[in-house]
């Protein structure tokens, strides 16, 4: 029955209405009509669903009221944007807001295609799928500006006729939001740096130096994990140090951290120290076996210091006890499960041993999962001072003493190069503290080469030989004070860098230092 055949029923007027709001008088059946009150004209339907009745007085307000306030008045009046296009990606609408927020006049995208104006605009997904999409976060690339968005299909006889979006404008936040994410950054980096001068204070390691400080809160974010990790850096840099820093900073702090040099150790015997062996393993072996590191280590860490010295048949073994977990003692009949975390250290140039086949590269890559390397004394600054001082007090204190260190010897420090690095500052100050015999340590109380640098430094200080002396000297003094002449002058064209001079030249860091000592 026809809706207008049940109000011919009901009243003596009808109304012919269609509502473009998306809500509309729905034709009845008679099952239907028993629902309706006697003053009822019709039951309201929105999208299928019954949400009322209607009866003729509601029908007039709704009317007159369609009338006075149409849709896109009510829209233009909202605190969102709202942009509607058809099925092809066609803007067909856009409200008041969509110009605010975006900053774009409607009349630039009205009857254009969402896909010339924003290629890859999330809408066109939604005409794509027919699935609503909601984001709160979504940047519009065209007007670098970002929006909450919720982007609806709707339908016509059951096929996908268009999309429309309704989105607020959250650009401030998102910059606050930044800005926020910016300042907690500032402030975990002021938290690891502030952690990494405790735990240096805790192990009496002195620094200062940006770098430094920052390896040291690297060092301390992958401590907590149990990967691998290779150190790097040249003799007497405290590499050891490290090691101690990241255990002790690891979920096996409260387990055993185990060191073994491998270079100190007989190429005989590491194998036996590293995975032990069993009584009668071999003539002179004790009776009672001995265990190994790896098993001492077990639960804990390993510390394998000067690893690129490792021999090569070992280093096969030991790539074998990481991919396996296992240990085979010598002279042992079954394997025995260890869980150790490994270490590693070297000044070896591991690259360029690989390629000459003097270390194994599936073993430098398993080592190799985190690298740190530490600067040199020289790269660090102003912190040759503060362990200058530091070392000269724990030697005042050994020896009884109370001595200053004098300008021009702090001059020297900070341009020394250091080639020992700590170990050699260190040796210095002993020398200088025990030796000393007045109040001040000057150049005259530091070592020979230390405090021979200064002249040989600099060639300014020179000058050069003349002829008449060179004349008198025979074939082999000539060649010498020739060859001494090239390396100050090379060094001078250096500025006094000495990694610099060593390039020019073609020689070791060791070569020059000796050269220049004689």
Request: hydrophobic residues 35%.
């Amino acid at each position: 029955m026809k809706l207008s055949e049940i109000m011919k029923e009901k009243t003596s007027k009808s109304f012919d209405l269609t509502l473009n709001s998306g809500m509309y008088i729905q034709e009845i059946s008679k099952e239907e009509i028993n629902l309706c009150s006697q003053e009822s004209i019709g039951i309201v339907k929105d999208s299928g669903e019954i949400i009322g009745e209607i009866n003729t007085e509601q029908l007039k307000f709704i009317k007159s009221n369609y009338d006075k306030w149409n849709t896109s008045m009510i829209l233009n009046n909202i605190e969102e944007a709202v942009i509607a296009l058809d099925k092809t990606g066609r803007i067909f609408y856009a409200n008041k807001m969509y110009s605010v927020i975006l900053g774009v006049p409607r009349a630039k995208v009205l009857g254009k295609f969402i896909q010339e104006i924003e290629a890859d605009a999330s809408i066109i997904n939604v005409l794509k799928t027919g699935k609503p999409l909601f984001r709160n976060n979504q940047r519009i690339k065209s007007v670098d500006k970002y929006v909450s968005v919720k982007i609806y299909p709707f339908y016509e006889e059951g096929e996908i006729s268009g999309a429309y979006s309704i989105f607020n404008d959250i650009t401030e936040i998102q910059n606050l939001n930044r800005e926020v994410t910016r300042i907690n950054n500032v402030a975990d980096e002021y938290s690891r740096q502030n952690r990494a001068h405790q735990e240096l204070r805790k192990l009496n390691v002195i620094g200062e130096d940006r770098h430094y400080l920052d390896l040291i809160s690297k060092a301390m974010v992958a401590a907590p994990t149990d990967v691998s990790v290779l150190i790097r850096g040249e003799n007497g840099v405290g590499k050891e140090i490290f090691a101690k820093l990241i255990h002790k900073n690891s979920l096996r702090k409260d387990k055993p951290l185990i060191s073994v040099n491998c270079a100190a150790i007989p190429e005989n015997l590491i194998e036996s120290e590293l995975f032990g062996y069993e009584e009668g393993a071999f003539t002179g072996a004790s009776k009672k076996g001995k265990v190994g590191k790896f098993k001492l280590a077990d639960g804990g860490t390993l510390f394998l210091d000067e690893i690129g010295d490792m021999p090569l048949i070992l280093q096969s073994k030991l790539l074998r006890v990481l991919q396996e977990g296992e240990i085979e003692p010598i002279g042992g009949k079954k394997s025995i499960k260890v869980d150790v975390r490994i270490i590693a250290a070297t000044n070896q140039p591991l690259e360029k041993m690989i390629e000459k086949r003097q270390f194994r590269q599936d073993l430098y890559y398993r080592l190799n999962a985190i690298t740190f390397f530490v600067p040199a004394l020289h790269d660090r600054g102003n912190d040759v001072i503060l362990l200058a001082n530091f070392f000269l007090n724990k030697f005042n204190e050994e020896y009884a003493k109370d001595l200053v260190l004098s300008r021009e010897v702090y001059e020297l420090f900070l341009d020394y190069q250091w080639p020992g690095n700590v170990r050699e500052l260190i040796n210095c100050l002993k020398f200088s503290v025990i030796l000393c015999s007045r109040n001040r340590i000057t150049m005259e109380d530091l070592p020979p080469n230390i405090r021979n640098y200064k002249q040989i430094d600099n060639p300014n200080m020179h000058g050069k030989t003349s002829s008449q002396e060179i004349s008198e000297m025979n074939l082999k003094e000539r060649l010498k004070q020739y060859e001494k002449q090239i390396i100050l002058d090379t060094l001078k064209i250096c500025d006094g860098n000495k990694q610099k001079t060593t390039e020019r030249l073609g020689i070791s860091k060791r070569t020059l230092y000796r050269k220049l000592e004689e």
